[in-house]
């Protein structure tokens, strides 16, 4: 059986999936972002496309699948999801139709068809990069208000602004980024827009789930115990189950179906993002992504094998014995082939995972404390993925995080617990961009702020 797996680069994430597919029996084929005319510099041997180039791209990709057929599709990232949803139709594999990939992309398309469908949806308005703030702060707007790129992701570009001096302020900062050479590079006209929304009070969610020809089947609720209140939006701790009420729990799920359903989309994984009002208890579904939870996370999320399943797979993969463990990985490539995720449970154990927050800009030259954060009761590992003498950018111009620290415990609150306290033994070594006389090394300790 060969999956086809559409990703920016065959970074760690897809090495996940690497390892899943060498356990499940299945073959991988990978299509990513790069020029064709290098001949595999990579040595991965996958398709060449180009992720602005959407057509092409999936002519590509067509003509590749007829010498090596294809049994599934899945897709890493926000971009390259249309495509993917693009190449399962014209090749007769289930997926998320094309049209509903797109409005997932794009955050006004989105909100356009959450608010026809009846749902609550912060209000908005679009501008153009080429606005002028000044003007724009004396349209009688609301506040407090947030200012928001469409198509870019993980909070990358979102600022909160309480009032029209701080609202120009946060447009200017936000067209420099959308003007800045890596987001130009991406050549989406998307990034010639720039939203300005209502700002949505309350606690946040996330919600890993599996659409199977339609049907919802969440994954995990994860809470978000930290404040995300602005003036960024950066996101630390996700952690699971959801010490949320029940009925604030089911609430989530009606709000993600129907979210999903007003978009369109059907068949494989999203990764959704709402906010539960704290007066109305109305759930604001803010993103529904045509993807799997990003980066390292996923390791957070593991299943186990029904009896049932094994027996029959029906789809010609060596499923994994019953006392074994699941990943989030296995469980997306066996959907992929055709296996029915609502045969798989979650593990009970709360687990969850602290997406380390760059703290400054500078270059970071080492890290110390992380054996001794590693030896934290309940925390399973921690890993630093920022390289040496790599630049590091925080939110709201940032698009990465300096490593992922990871916990398991009986209980959320020891989970939650656990992650804090790792991290306050994380020592960052960070050198400023211009070099200081006075202070060669700038250290970082997150207890010290």
């Known amino acids: 059986m060969r999956v086809l797996i559409l990703a920016t680069t065959t970074g760690y994430q897809t090495r996940s999936f690497g390892e899943a597919a060498a356990r499940l029996g299945v073959e991988l084929v990978f299509a990513t972002d790069r020029c064709e005319m290098i001949d595999d510099p990579w040595r991965d041997g996958a398709i060449p496309i180009r992720f602005h180039d959407e057509e092409r791209s999936v002519a590509s990709v067509v003509e590749s699948a007829r010498g090596r057929s294809l049994d599934g599709i899945l897709v890493v990232g926000d971009r390259p999801t249309v495509i993917a949803a693009r190449v399962a139709e014209t090749l007769g594999l289930p997926g998320h139709p094309p049209a509903a990939a797109e409005i997932a992309r794009n955050k006004e398309m989105m909100r356009v068809r959450m608010r026809e469908a009846g749902l609550p949806a912060p209000s908005f308005n679009r501008f153009s ?7 724009i702060r004396h349209m009688g707007l609301t506040y407090p208000c947030v200012v928001k790129p469409v198509a870019l992701s993980g909070s990358r570009g979102v600022i909160r ?26 050549r989406d006209d998307a990034n010639d827009a720039v939203l300005i929304e209502s700002f949505i009070p309350g606690s946040e969610y996330a919600i890993e789930a599996i659409l199977h020809h339609g049907r919802l089947d969440v994954l995990a609720i994860f809470d978000k115990p930290d404040p995300l209140d602005g003036p960024f939006f950066e996101e630390t701790v996700y952690v699971t189950p959801s010490g949320a009420p029940p009925h604030v729990q089911d609430a989530i799920i009606r709000g993600v179906a129907a979210a999903t359903a007003a978009i369109g989309l059907y068949h494989g994984p999203i990764h959704a993002e709402c906010r539960v009002h704290p007066s109305t208890g109305e759930v604001f579904v803010l993103e529904v992504a045509a993807r799997p939870i990003g980066g390292l996370c996923a390791r957070v999320l593991r299943f186990t094998a029904s009896s049932e399943g094994i027996r029959d797979s029906g789809f010609g993969i060596r499923i994994p014995n019953p006392e074994s463990r699941i990943t989030l990985e296995d469980l997306l490539l066996m959907h992929a082939l055709g296996d029915d995720p609502s045969r798989h449970q979650r593990e009970r154990d709360a687990a969850g995972v602290m997406m380390i927050p760059i703290p400054r800009r500078g270059f970071l030259r080492g890290v110390n404390g992380v054996e001794s954060a590693k030896s934290v009761a309940h925390v399973e590992d921690v890993h630093i993925t920022a390289k040496q003498d790599q630049l590091l950018v925080p939110l709201p111009e940032g698009a990465s995080y300096l490593g992922f620290i990871f916990a398991r415990a009986a209980e959320t609150a020891t989970v939650v617990r656990a992650l804090r306290d790792a991290h306050a033994r994380l020592v960052f070594l960070i050198d400023p961009e211009l070099p200081m006389l006075t202070s060669p090394q700038t250290r970082y300790n997150p207890s010290h702020g």
């Open 161 to 186: 602004a309480d009032d029209p001096k701080r609202l120009a302020s946060a447009f200017e900062r936000l067209r420099a980024l959308l003007r800045s050479p890596d987001v130009r590079s991406e």
């Open 129 to 135: 990069i080429t606005d002028e703030p000044l003007d």
